[in-house]
């Protein structure tokens, strides 16, 4: 999850678009910010699944 995160992170500040540039920007924050709470919940699940 941490190479994740730091991948995009380097991705955010490297994108030479936004989120409010259209139909790609949207789509594109949309998808990875969905795609980062899913894997937060996932640690979390799986966390707790451990802590069992």
Request: proline share 0%.
């Amino acid at each position: 999850m941490v190479i994740f995160v730091t991948c995009q992170y380097i991705e955010y500040t490297n994108a030479t678009f936004t989120i409010t540039d259209g139909v790609y920007g949207s789509v594109f924050y949309a998808a990875t910010g969905l795609h980062f709470i899913h894997m937060v919940m996932l640690a979390m699940m799986l966390s707790v699944c451990y802590a069992r």
